[in-house]
Protein backbone atom coordinates (compact mmCIF):
# COMPACT_ATOMS: atom_id res chain seq x y z
CA UNK A 1 0.00 0.00 0.00
CA UNK A 2 1.72 3.52 -0.85
CA UNK A 3 2.23 5.97 1.97
CA UNK A 4 -0.53 8.26 0.21
CA UNK A 5 -3.01 5.58 0.54
CA UNK A 6 -2.36 4.64 3.86
CA UNK A 7 -3.00 7.84 5.06
CA UNK A 8 -6.40 8.79 2.98
CA UNK A 9 -7.32 5.60 4.76
CA UNK A 10 -6.18 6.22 8.23
CA UNK A 11 -3.74 3.24 7.99
CA UNK A 12 -0.97 5.23 8.25
CA UNK A 13 1.01 4.77 11.75
CA UNK A 14 2.43 7.59 13.20
CA UNK A 15 5.32 8.84 15.33
CA UNK A 16 5.79 11.55 17.56
CA UNK A 17 9.36 12.47 18.90
CA UNK A 18 9.11 14.58 21.48
CA UNK A 19 5.86 14.73 23.71
CA UNK A 20 5.95 18.01 25.19
CA UNK A 21 3.36 21.19 24.81
CA UNK A 22 3.52 20.26 21.13
CA UNK A 23 4.17 16.98 20.92
CA UNK A 24 1.68 15.50 23.04
CA UNK A 25 -1.47 17.21 21.76
CA UNK A 26 -0.24 16.49 18.01
CA UNK A 27 -0.45 12.91 19.24
CA UNK A 28 -3.72 13.16 20.99
CA UNK A 29 -5.20 14.87 17.75
CA UNK A 30 -3.94 12.25 15.16
CA UNK A 31 -4.82 9.37 17.62
CA UNK A 32 -8.47 11.14 17.74
CA UNK A 33 -8.32 11.10 14.15
CA UNK A 34 -7.94 7.42 13.81
CA UNK A 35 -4.46 7.53 13.29
CA UNK A 36 -2.06 4.59 15.27
CA UNK A 37 -0.14 6.89 16.91
CA UNK A 38 3.37 5.95 18.77
CA UNK A 39 4.91 9.05 21.53
CA UNK A 40 8.79 8.70 21.49
CA UNK A 41 10.22 10.52 24.48
CA UNK A 42 13.63 10.37 26.46
CA UNK A 43 11.48 11.44 29.31
CA UNK A 44 10.82 8.13 31.20
CA UNK A 45 8.23 9.85 33.39
CA UNK A 46 6.68 11.10 30.63
CA UNK A 47 6.42 7.72 29.42
CA UNK A 48 4.80 6.08 32.05
CA UNK A 49 2.40 8.54 32.11
CA UNK A 50 1.26 8.34 29.10
CA UNK A 51 1.04 4.20 29.14
CA UNK A 52 -0.89 4.61 32.03
CA UNK A 53 -3.42 7.09 30.18
CA UNK A 54 -2.36 9.85 32.32
CA UNK A 55 -2.00 13.53 31.61
CA UNK A 56 0.08 15.92 32.06
CA UNK A 57 -0.72 18.98 29.77
CA UNK A 58 -3.56 21.16 31.01
CA UNK A 59 -5.15 21.75 27.84
CA UNK A 60 -6.13 18.07 27.35
CA UNK A 61 -8.55 15.92 29.19
CA UNK A 62 -7.62 12.57 30.78
CA UNK A 63 -10.63 11.27 29.83
CA UNK A 64 -9.26 11.52 26.24
CA UNK A 65 -5.71 10.19 27.08
CA UNK A 66 -7.40 7.16 28.96
CA UNK A 67 -9.93 6.29 26.07
CA UNK A 68 -7.12 6.19 23.35
CA UNK A 69 -4.65 4.34 25.41
CA UNK A 70 -7.15 2.03 26.47
CA UNK A 71 -8.29 1.35 22.45
CA UNK A 72 -4.72 0.99 21.58
CA UNK A 73 -4.92 3.65 19.42
CA UNK A 74 -2.20 6.29 21.42
CA UNK A 75 1.37 4.13 23.21
CA UNK A 76 4.39 5.94 24.43
CA UNK A 77 8.19 4.73 24.33
CA UNK A 78 11.36 5.97 24.44
CA UNK A 79 12.81 2.78 22.70
CA UNK A 80 13.39 4.39 19.43
CA UNK A 81 13.51 1.16 17.38
CA UNK A 82 9.69 1.82 17.08
CA UNK A 83 10.34 4.14 14.19
CA UNK A 84 10.95 1.27 11.55
CA UNK A 85 7.24 0.08 12.10
CA UNK A 86 6.27 3.95 11.38
CA UNK A 87 4.91 5.44 8.64
CA UNK A 88 5.28 9.34 9.79
CA UNK A 89 7.38 10.71 12.22
CA UNK A 90 7.04 14.10 13.18
CA UNK A 91 9.67 15.56 15.55
CA UNK A 92 8.25 18.66 18.15
CA UNK A 93 11.73 18.58 20.70
CA UNK A 94 13.04 21.54 22.15
CA UNK A 95 14.50 24.70 20.47
CA UNK A 96 15.92 26.67 23.71
CA UNK A 97 18.38 29.39 23.07
CA UNK A 98 22.00 28.65 24.86
CA UNK A 99 23.78 30.97 28.02
CA UNK A 100 25.55 32.88 25.03
CA UNK A 101 21.78 33.64 23.41
CA UNK A 102 22.45 31.00 20.73
CA UNK A 103 20.36 28.43 18.82
CA UNK A 104 20.80 25.51 20.87
CA UNK A 105 19.31 22.81 18.32
CA UNK A 106 21.12 20.24 19.78
CA UNK A 107 17.39 18.36 20.93
CA UNK A 108 16.81 17.78 17.12
CA UNK A 109 20.57 16.68 16.30
CA UNK A 110 20.15 14.26 19.19
CA UNK A 111 16.42 13.18 18.02
CA UNK A 112 17.37 12.69 14.47
CA UNK A 113 20.00 10.55 15.38
CA UNK A 114 18.16 8.42 17.19
CA UNK A 115 15.66 8.35 14.50
CA UNK A 116 17.94 7.63 11.07
CA UNK A 117 18.92 4.05 12.32
CA UNK A 118 15.56 3.11 12.12
CA UNK A 119 14.29 4.73 9.01
CA UNK A 120 13.53 3.18 5.79
CA UNK A 121 11.90 3.57 2.29
CA UNK A 122 8.66 4.96 2.41
CA UNK A 123 8.45 7.04 5.15
CA UNK A 124 7.64 10.70 5.88
CA UNK A 125 9.76 12.56 8.39
CA UNK A 126 8.37 15.81 9.58
CA UNK A 127 10.12 18.82 12.20
CA UNK A 128 8.14 21.08 13.67
CA UNK A 129 10.31 22.39 16.40
CA UNK A 130 10.68 26.13 15.41
CA UNK A 131 14.25 26.62 14.17
CA UNK A 132 15.99 29.21 11.94
CA UNK A 133 15.34 29.16 7.93
CA UNK A 134 17.96 25.96 6.92
CA UNK A 135 17.24 23.68 9.47
CA UNK A 136 16.23 20.69 8.20
CA UNK A 137 18.29 21.34 5.56
CA UNK A 138 21.53 21.65 7.59
CA UNK A 139 20.58 19.23 10.27
CA UNK A 140 18.26 16.92 9.14
CA UNK A 141 18.67 16.29 5.47
CA UNK A 142 22.89 15.46 5.97
CA UNK A 143 22.03 12.50 8.66
CA UNK A 144 19.48 10.60 5.96
CA UNK A 145 21.46 11.11 3.20
CA UNK A 146 24.69 8.98 5.25
CA UNK A 147 21.61 6.25 5.41
CA UNK A 148 22.01 6.37 1.48
CA UNK A 149 17.77 7.61 1.15
CA UNK A 150 17.14 9.92 -1.68
CA UNK A 151 14.74 12.87 -0.63
CA UNK A 152 11.72 12.90 -2.36
CA UNK A 153 12.19 9.60 -4.11
CA UNK A 154 12.77 7.39 -0.71
CA UNK A 155 11.78 9.57 1.72
CA UNK A 156 9.75 12.45 2.28
CA UNK A 157 10.91 15.42 4.16
CA UNK A 158 8.96 18.46 5.52
CA UNK A 159 9.43 21.41 8.20
CA UNK A 160 5.19 22.10 9.35
CA UNK A 161 5.75 24.98 11.76
CA UNK A 162 3.50 24.39 15.34
CA UNK A 163 1.55 27.36 15.71
CA UNK A 164 -0.41 25.91 19.33
CA UNK A 165 -1.60 28.40 21.58
CA UNK A 166 -1.52 26.31 25.11
CA UNK A 167 -4.34 28.12 26.69
CA UNK A 168 -6.52 28.92 24.34
CA UNK A 169 -9.70 27.90 24.25
CA UNK A 170 -10.58 29.22 20.78
CA UNK A 171 -8.03 27.93 18.35
CA UNK A 172 -6.90 24.19 18.41
CA UNK A 173 -4.80 22.64 15.96
CA UNK A 174 -8.02 21.73 14.44
CA UNK A 175 -9.40 25.44 13.48
CA UNK A 176 -5.69 26.78 12.73
CA UNK A 177 -4.40 26.06 9.50
CA UNK A 178 -1.40 24.57 9.11
CA UNK A 179 1.88 25.86 6.91
CA UNK A 180 4.01 23.17 5.18
CA UNK A 181 6.77 23.35 2.79
CA UNK A 182 8.41 20.10 1.53
CA UNK A 183 12.04 19.43 -0.03
CA UNK A 184 9.95 18.52 -3.15
CA UNK A 185 6.85 19.33 -4.45
CA UNK A 186 5.91 15.55 -3.30
CA UNK A 187 7.32 15.87 0.15
CA UNK A 188 4.87 18.91 0.38
CA UNK A 189 1.70 16.88 -0.93
CA UNK A 190 1.89 14.22 1.44
CA UNK A 191 3.02 16.22 4.51
CA UNK A 192 0.00 18.17 3.24
CA UNK A 193 -2.08 15.11 3.21
CA UNK A 194 -1.59 14.04 6.57
CA UNK A 195 -2.21 17.42 8.35
CA UNK A 196 -5.20 17.42 5.97
CA UNK A 197 -6.55 14.74 7.91
CA UNK A 198 -6.73 16.87 11.73
CA UNK A 199 -6.67 20.59 10.27
CA UNK A 200 -9.88 21.76 8.37
CA UNK A 201 -7.01 24.23 6.18
CA UNK A 202 -3.29 23.55 5.38
CA UNK A 203 -1.53 25.78 3.72
CA UNK A 204 1.37 24.91 1.78
CA UNK A 205 4.85 26.99 0.72
CA UNK A 206 7.37 26.01 -1.59
CA UNK A 207 10.30 25.03 0.48
CA UNK A 208 11.66 24.08 3.78
CA UNK A 209 12.96 27.44 4.59
CA UNK A 210 9.35 29.25 3.06
CA UNK A 211 7.91 27.30 6.38
CA UNK A 212 10.59 27.74 9.01
CA UNK A 213 10.58 31.69 8.41
CA UNK A 214 6.65 31.82 8.34
CA UNK A 215 6.71 30.81 12.13
CA UNK A 216 9.68 32.94 12.98
CA UNK A 217 7.70 35.95 11.30
CA UNK A 218 4.50 35.37 13.17
CA UNK A 219 6.58 35.56 16.59
CA UNK A 220 8.86 38.23 15.75
CA UNK A 221 5.86 40.01 14.24
CA UNK A 222 4.39 39.62 18.29
CA UNK A 223 7.55 39.81 19.93
CA UNK A 224 8.15 43.82 17.71
CA UNK A 225 4.71 44.52 18.53
CA UNK A 226 4.77 43.53 22.45
CA UNK A 227 7.97 45.70 22.73
CA UNK A 228 6.64 49.04 21.21
CA UNK A 229 3.13 48.83 22.83
CA UNK A 230 5.20 48.70 26.32
CA UNK A 231 7.86 51.87 25.28
CA UNK A 232 4.37 53.57 24.34
CA UNK A 233 3.22 52.18 28.42
CA UNK A 234 6.29 54.18 29.81
CA UNK A 235 5.51 57.17 28.40
CA UNK A 236 1.66 57.41 28.65
CA UNK A 237 2.43 56.55 31.77
CA UNK A 238 5.23 59.21 32.16
CA UNK A 239 2.40 61.63 30.49
CA UNK A 240 0.02 60.40 33.09
CA UNK A 241 -2.18 59.12 29.97
CA UNK A 242 -4.02 55.43 30.69
CA UNK A 243 -2.66 53.56 28.46
CA UNK A 244 -5.19 50.39 28.26
CA UNK A 245 -7.96 53.77 27.35
CA UNK A 246 -5.51 54.39 24.32
CA UNK A 247 -5.68 50.54 23.49
CA UNK A 248 -9.10 49.89 23.90
CA UNK A 249 -9.79 52.90 21.92
CA UNK A 250 -7.33 52.56 19.03
CA UNK A 251 -8.88 49.02 18.60
CA UNK A 252 -12.28 50.73 17.54
CA UNK A 253 -10.07 51.35 14.35
CA UNK A 254 -11.57 48.47 11.92
CA UNK A 255 -8.70 48.56 9.66
CA UNK A 256 -5.05 48.71 9.57
CA UNK A 257 -4.92 48.70 13.85
CA UNK A 258 -4.03 45.18 16.05
CA UNK A 259 -4.20 45.32 19.39
CA UNK A 260 -1.29 44.67 21.35
CA UNK A 261 -0.67 44.81 25.35
CA UNK A 262 1.50 45.61 26.92
CA UNK A 263 3.17 43.79 30.24
CA UNK A 264 5.58 42.97 32.76
CA UNK A 265 7.98 41.36 30.26
CA UNK A 266 7.82 38.53 27.67
CA UNK A 267 7.82 34.80 28.33
CA UNK A 268 7.38 31.20 27.65
CA UNK A 269 9.31 29.35 24.88
CA UNK A 270 8.60 30.81 21.84
CA UNK A 271 8.17 34.80 21.61
CA UNK A 272 11.39 35.42 23.53
CA UNK A 273 13.21 32.68 22.34
CA UNK A 274 12.50 32.69 18.51
CA UNK A 275 13.44 36.11 17.19
CA UNK A 276 17.01 35.40 18.48
CA UNK A 277 17.13 31.96 15.74
CA UNK A 278 16.97 34.66 13.02
CA UNK A 279 18.55 36.88 14.40
CA UNK A 280 21.71 34.48 15.33
CA UNK A 281 21.26 33.12 11.21
CA UNK A 282 21.04 36.47 9.73
CA UNK A 283 24.62 36.82 10.88
CA UNK A 284 25.81 34.08 8.44
CA UNK A 285 24.58 37.05 5.86
CA UNK A 286 25.93 39.89 6.84
CA UNK A 287 22.41 41.23 8.13
CA UNK A 288 21.79 42.76 11.39
CA UNK A 289 18.03 42.40 12.49
CA UNK A 290 17.60 45.95 14.23
CA UNK A 291 13.95 45.30 15.18
CA UNK A 292 14.37 41.88 17.03
CA UNK A 293 17.19 43.35 18.86
CA UNK A 294 15.81 46.77 19.81
CA UNK A 295 12.34 44.25 20.80
CA UNK A 296 14.64 42.21 22.79
CA UNK A 297 15.69 44.93 24.49
CA UNK A 298 12.86 47.13 25.28
CA UNK A 299 11.26 43.45 27.01
CA UNK A 300 13.87 42.51 28.48
CA UNK A 301 13.94 45.50 30.46
CA UNK A 302 10.40 45.35 31.32
CA UNK A 303 10.65 43.53 34.73
CA UNK A 304 13.37 45.75 36.07
CA UNK A 305 10.35 49.01 35.02
CA UNK A 306 8.06 47.12 37.18
CA UNK A 307 10.32 46.68 40.16
CA UNK A 308 10.40 50.69 39.66
CA UNK A 309 6.74 51.01 39.94
CA UNK A 310 6.42 48.56 42.95
CA UNK A 311 8.64 50.90 44.37
CA UNK A 312 6.97 54.25 43.28
CA UNK A 313 4.47 53.03 45.21
CA UNK A 314 5.81 51.51 47.86
CA UNK A 315 7.70 55.17 48.59
CA UNK A 316 3.85 56.66 48.31
CA UNK A 317 2.82 54.67 51.46
CA UNK A 318 6.05 55.68 53.23
CA UNK A 319 7.44 52.41 52.71
CA UNK A 320 10.19 50.64 50.74
CA UNK A 321 11.15 47.66 48.71
CA UNK A 322 13.62 45.97 51.48
CA UNK A 323 12.05 44.59 54.19
CA UNK A 324 8.68 44.76 52.38
CA UNK A 325 6.24 41.55 52.09
CA UNK A 326 5.42 41.31 48.61
CA UNK A 327 2.96 38.32 47.03
CA UNK A 328 3.27 37.72 43.68
CA UNK A 329 0.01 36.84 41.74
CA UNK A 330 0.83 34.38 38.78
CA UNK A 331 4.10 33.16 37.37
CA UNK A 332 3.03 31.17 34.95
CA UNK A 333 4.34 32.86 31.34
CA UNK A 334 0.44 33.92 30.87
CA UNK A 335 -2.88 33.44 31.95
CA UNK A 336 -4.89 29.95 32.31
CA UNK A 337 -1.52 27.53 32.03
CA UNK A 338 1.14 25.82 34.07
CA UNK A 339 4.09 26.87 31.72
CA UNK A 340 6.70 28.48 34.04
CA UNK A 341 9.58 28.99 31.49
CA UNK A 342 11.10 32.31 30.59
CA UNK A 343 8.71 33.80 32.40
CA UNK A 344 9.01 37.26 33.85
CA UNK A 345 7.75 36.60 37.37
CA UNK A 346 10.68 34.92 37.73
CA UNK A 347 12.75 37.74 36.82
CA UNK A 348 10.82 40.22 39.01
CA UNK A 349 10.87 37.90 42.00
CA UNK A 350 14.94 37.60 41.22
CA UNK A 351 15.49 41.47 41.55
CA UNK A 352 12.67 42.40 44.46
CA UNK A 353 14.51 39.45 46.19
CA UNK A 354 17.94 41.16 45.40
CA UNK A 355 16.67 44.57 46.92
CA UNK A 356 15.40 42.53 50.15
CA UNK A 357 12.23 42.25 49.71
CA UNK A 358 10.18 39.34 51.15
CA UNK A 359 8.86 37.40 48.50
CA UNK A 360 6.24 34.84 48.46
CA UNK A 361 3.86 34.25 45.18
CA UNK A 362 0.15 32.54 44.69
CA UNK A 363 -0.60 30.48 41.22
CA UNK A 364 -3.44 28.61 41.01
CA UNK A 365 -1.76 26.33 38.52
CA UNK A 366 2.34 25.93 39.72
CA UNK A 367 2.68 24.60 43.31
CA UNK A 368 6.38 25.28 43.74
CA UNK A 369 9.19 27.34 41.90
CA UNK A 370 12.95 28.13 42.18
CA UNK A 371 14.35 31.16 41.36
CA UNK A 372 17.96 31.18 42.25
CA UNK A 373 19.07 28.96 45.21
CA UNK A 374 15.36 29.91 46.15
CA UNK A 375 12.75 27.86 46.42
CA UNK A 376 8.88 29.08 47.17
CA UNK A 377 5.67 27.57 46.95
CA UNK A 378 1.96 28.66 46.47
CA UNK A 379 0.80 30.33 49.44
CA UNK A 380 -3.33 30.10 49.45
CA UNK A 381 -5.17 33.27 48.76
CA UNK A 382 -7.07 34.12 52.17
CA UNK A 383 -8.49 37.66 53.80
CA UNK A 384 -5.34 37.19 56.57
CA UNK A 385 -2.91 36.67 53.86
CA UNK A 386 -3.47 39.50 51.80
CA UNK A 387 -3.81 41.87 54.61
CA UNK A 388 -0.03 40.96 56.12
CA UNK A 389 1.58 42.03 52.73
CA UNK A 390 2.87 45.37 51.79
CA UNK A 391 2.07 44.87 48.07
CA UNK A 392 0.16 42.36 46.03
CA UNK A 393 1.79 42.49 42.19
CA UNK A 394 -0.86 40.83 39.64
CA UNK A 395 1.84 39.46 36.81
CA UNK A 396 0.09 36.81 35.33
CA UNK A 397 -3.99 36.98 35.10
CA UNK A 398 -5.27 34.10 35.56
CA UNK A 399 -9.16 33.52 34.92
CA UNK A 400 -9.65 31.73 38.76
CA UNK A 401 -8.62 33.87 40.75
CA UNK A 402 -10.62 36.17 43.12
CA UNK A 403 -9.85 39.28 42.27
CA UNK A 404 -12.66 41.45 44.75
CA UNK A 405 -10.80 39.85 47.41
CA UNK A 406 -7.46 40.97 46.44
CA UNK A 407 -8.69 44.66 45.83
CA UNK A 408 -10.98 44.91 49.20
CA UNK A 409 -8.19 42.97 51.32
CA UNK A 410 -4.85 44.33 50.22
CA UNK A 411 -2.78 47.23 51.08
CA UNK A 412 -1.52 47.82 47.78
CA UNK A 413 -1.90 46.28 44.34
CA UNK A 414 0.47 47.00 41.65
CA UNK A 415 -1.28 45.86 38.53
CA UNK A 416 0.60 44.60 35.32
CA UNK A 417 -2.01 43.18 33.49
CA UNK A 418 -4.73 45.53 33.85
CA UNK A 419 -6.59 42.48 35.26
CA UNK A 420 -8.41 45.12 37.99
CA UNK A 421 -9.79 47.28 35.51
CA UNK A 422 -13.45 46.83 36.57
CA UNK A 423 -12.23 48.04 40.07
CA UNK A 424 -11.96 51.79 41.44
CA UNK A 425 -10.51 51.40 44.31
CA UNK A 426 -7.56 53.78 45.59
CA UNK A 427 -5.37 50.71 46.46
CA UNK A 428 -4.69 49.74 42.89
CA UNK A 429 -1.87 51.00 40.46
CA UNK A 430 -1.82 50.00 36.90
CA UNK A 431 1.26 49.76 35.13
N1 LIG B 1 4.99 25.39 23.72
C1 LIG B 1 4.49 26.14 22.77
O1 LIG B 1 3.56 26.90 22.99
C2 LIG B 1 5.03 26.07 21.35
C3 LIG B 1 4.27 26.66 20.32
C4 LIG B 1 4.72 26.59 19.03
C5 LIG B 1 5.94 25.98 18.76
N2 LIG B 1 6.69 25.44 19.78
C6 LIG B 1 7.96 24.79 19.43
O2 LIG B 1 7.77 23.38 19.49
C7 LIG B 1 8.96 22.74 19.95
C8 LIG B 1 8.66 21.89 21.18
O3 LIG B 1 8.21 22.75 22.21
P1 LIG B 1 7.45 22.20 23.50
O4 LIG B 1 6.89 23.41 24.17
O5 LIG B 1 6.54 21.10 23.14
O6 LIG B 1 8.67 21.61 24.35
P2 LIG B 1 8.59 20.69 25.65
O7 LIG B 1 9.83 20.93 26.40
O8 LIG B 1 7.26 20.88 26.32
O9 LIG B 1 8.59 19.21 25.06
C9 LIG B 1 9.66 18.67 24.37
C10 LIG B 1 9.72 17.18 24.65
O10 LIG B 1 10.79 16.64 23.87
C11 LIG B 1 11.43 15.65 24.64
N3 LIG B 1 12.77 15.43 24.10
C12 LIG B 1 13.89 16.16 24.26
N4 LIG B 1 14.91 15.62 23.57
C13 LIG B 1 14.43 14.52 22.96
C14 LIG B 1 14.99 13.54 22.11
N5 LIG B 1 16.26 13.63 21.73
N6 LIG B 1 14.21 12.53 21.69
C15 LIG B 1 12.91 12.45 22.07
N7 LIG B 1 12.31 13.35 22.87
C16 LIG B 1 13.06 14.38 23.30
C17 LIG B 1 11.41 16.20 26.05
O11 LIG B 1 11.60 15.19 27.01
C18 LIG B 1 10.01 16.83 26.11
O12 LIG B 1 9.05 15.92 26.57
C19 LIG B 1 9.95 23.85 20.20
O13 LIG B 1 10.75 24.03 19.06
C20 LIG B 1 9.07 25.07 20.40
O14 LIG B 1 9.74 26.28 20.06
C21 LIG B 1 6.24 25.46 21.06
Sequence with gaps: MFLKDKIAEKKAKIGIVGLGYVGLPL?????????????????????????EGKNYIPDLEVKTIERLVGEGHLKATNDFSIVSNLDAIIICVPTPLNKMREPDTSYIQSSINSISPYLKKGQLLILESTSYPGTT?????????????????DIYVAFSPERVDPGNKKYSIKNTPKVVGGVTEKCTD????????????????????????????????????????????????????????????ASTKPFGFMPFYPGPGLGGHCIPVDPFYLSWKAKEYDFYTEFIELAGKVNQNMPYYVVSKI?????????????????????????????????????????????????????????????????????????????????????????????????????????????????????????
Design 27 to 51: AVEMANAGFEVVGIDVDGEKVNKIS
Design 137 to 153: EEIILPVIKKYGLEVGK
Design 190 to 249: IAALLYAQIAEEVVPVSSLKAAEMTKLLENIFRCVNIALVNEIMILCDRMGIDVWEVIKA
Design 311 to 431: AESLNDVQKSIKGSKILILGVAYKRDIDDIRESPALRVIEILGQKGAFISYHDPYINKISVGDESFCSEPLSEDVLREKDCVVVITDHSNVDYELIVEKANLVVDTRNALDKFKNGNIVKI
